[in-house]
Nanobody, 113 residues
């Protein structure tokens, strides 16, 4: 598995979760890394991504609440999610721009109202 995602779970609205995506060093260093999500009945959408240089992009719906960051020692990308809302409920996927794009397995985030 080239992208190993973890950290999903059940949380109440207003709570926090941190997702992690561990990968190999060459994938981590040289590629854009990001998180997408797919809610039931909806298309997969970008949540956040970070370039190899550290610049970040966020979906408007998560700006100010979510933070994506890299751990260069662990070759891991994290998604810190605060002030979670029920509409954040989805399966979250780690992604890398490596090749034609790599996907990790999904991790389910459920936010209860």
């Amino acid at each position: 598995v080239q992208l190993q995602a973890s950290g999903g779970g059940l949380v109440q609205a207003g709570g926090s979760l941190t997702l992690s995506c561990a990968t190999s060093r060459d994938i981590f260093i040289y590629n854009v890394m990001g998180w997408y999500r797919q809610a039931p009945g909806k298309q997969r959408e970008l949540v956040a991504r970070t370039s190899s240089g550290g610049s970040t992009t966020y979906a408007d719906s998560v700006k100010g609440r979510f933070t994506i960051f890299r751990d260069k020692v662990q070759n891991t990308v994290y998604l810190q999610m605060n002030s979670l809302k029920p509409e954040d409920t989805a399966v979250y996927y780690c992604w890398s721009s490596r090749g034609n794009g790599l996907w990790g397995q999904g991790t389910l985030v459920t936010v209860s109202s």
